[in-house]
């Protein structure tokens, strides 16, 4: 698609429409923005900006839109423009078309920024030119134009950002796992995961999409995509890709090498042994040698947000997960604890289910806060489940005093929603934040 010369307005004025809106000057394109809040201030002043609707005469002009991952595609601006046939890209799929180098996408409903930024590491330790982009905090069109033949881009991509993608094709995919999230938007699982493989639909057997062996829909799947296919296990031996023996060494299923053993990793876990899997595949198939890649592997710490360690307060652990915004994100978090653990949760309700979450808490659990919007339906289904051990707090702040209160030495609180951030904060990196603010004044 070349947008020289035409009419393309971005729809959604946060960091990737801000970030799309000047690549699109770069492409010659004749650039207007769009954003539902009546009440933004103007982030420029030399385009037309349009607030709360698009006038149809501005619409019928148009030859592209362009979406930012955080716009449902159902808005009345979309009806419009769907009406007057005017073509929907988004953010991964413009940055696309100005990408000269290699991809690596990486997807799944969790562990993508641990992977991407593991991943990411791994490359850049051995590529001059490497760019991590996406759903991670730094939108790829803020990146695309710089990419030479030369570099390599390694971009998490989410369900919403796959939504809008038509050619964009990574050299080498990967699908985590899937697991019920962000079905208020998507409406169905089935939608969902569709959205999720679409990250292979453009790719050949000239590339690779990397797999989860232990989730089903995956395994069953493999077989349907267009491209190579790469597994790793946390749970099985392979004969092929990657997996984790019995006695936590990560093993090369063609060749039966141990590559590693996690008492090395310093990202405890079943689920980081399957992230470091995943990059491995990744960074071997784009070709990085695996001495690098070990080393690279062995010196990665925790992202922020992911089970965090922030601080130790009367012989109690403190741990900031709030990137754990789904169940299942927050099982993990669960079981990366040893000792007893009072446990904040709740948050935004985006449709999800908390029965397997509790019933995670296997007796790790003492205490649950609960908080925001989801914390009656979270109260409802532990009574449900025989889990009684909760309480309600008003704010986070009152949440971590409670928590310094009910914990004792030797214990952990950890900071897991399960929920997404949006009832009470602006994200879930404002809301660890906040967390680690309270934990440290303590």
Not at 98 to 120: F, Q, S
Not at 191 to 220: G, M, P
Request: charged share 25%.
């Amino acid at each position: 698609m070349d947008l020289q010369g035409k009419k393309v307005i971005v729809i959604g004025l946060g960091k990737s429409g801000m970030a799309a809106y000047e690549l699109l000057k770069t492409m010659g394109a004749e650039v207007c923005l769009y954003d539902g809040k009546e009440d933004l201030e103007l982030p420029v002043r030399d385009v037309p900006v349009y607030l709360g609707n698009i006038p149809e005469d501005v619409i019928k002009e148009l030859d592209c839109a362009v979406f930012s991952p955080g716009v449902p595609l159902q808005i009345t601006a979309a009806q419009e423009l769907r009406k007057h046939n005017v073509p929907f890209i988004g953010e991964i799929e413009l940055a696309w078309l100005c990408e000269k180098g290699r991809v690596i996408g990486i997807t799944g409903t969790n562990g993508k920024t641990t992977t991407t930024t593991l991943t990411g590491e791994i490359v850049k330790a051995y590529f001059d030119q490497t760019f991590v982009v996406g759903n991670i905090g730094n939108p790829y069109t803020k990146e695309a134009g710089k990419t030479t033949e030369e570099s390599v881009t390694v971009a998490e991509i989410s369900s919403f950002q796959l939504e809008t993608i038509d050619t964009f094709r990574p050299r080498v995919s990967a699908i985590l796992n899937l697991s019920p999230d962000h079905l208020n938007r998507h409406g169905t699982m089935e939608n969902y995961i569709n959205a999720k493989f679409d990250i292979t639909k453009n790719q050949t057997t000239d590339d690779l999409c990397v797999l989860n062996y232990e989730d089903r829909i995956l395994r069953e799947r493999a077989g349907q995509l267009p491209c190579r296919v790469a597994f790793f296990s946390s749970k099985r031996s392979l004969t092929e890709g990657l997996y984790q023996d019995a006695d936590k060494n990560i093993v090369d299923g063609v060749t039966g090498e141990i590559l590693m053993n996690m008492a090395e990793s310093h990202i405890p876990g079943d689920h980081n042994c399957e992230n470091i899997m995943a990059a491995i595949l990744m960074a071997r198939e784009i070709g990085v040698p695996m001495e690098l890649i070990l080393q690279t592997v062995k010196n990665f710490r925790a992202v922020e947000h992911r089970v965090e360690f922030v601080k130790s307060v009367d012989g109690v652990d403190y741990y900031n997960d709030s990137k754990g915004t789904n169940p299942d994100a927050a099982i993990k978090g669960i079981q990366s604890m040893s000792r007893p653990t009072v446990l904040i949760g709740g948050g935004y309700d985006k449709g999800a289910s908390y029965e397997e979450w509790i019933q995670a808490f296997g007796g790790r659990v003492k205490k649950l806060l609960l908080l925001g919007a989801t914390r009656e339906k979270i109260a409802r289904t532990a009574e449900e489940l025989g889990f009684s051990d909760y309480e309600y707090a008003e704010d986070l702040e009152m949440a971590v005093k409670r928590a310094a209160e009910l914990s004792e030495d030797g214990d952990a609180v950890l900071l897991s929603p399960a929920c997404a951030s949006w009832d009470m904060f602006d994200s879930y990196e404002q809301r660890g934040n906040l967390f680690k603010e309270y934990v440290r004044n303590l």
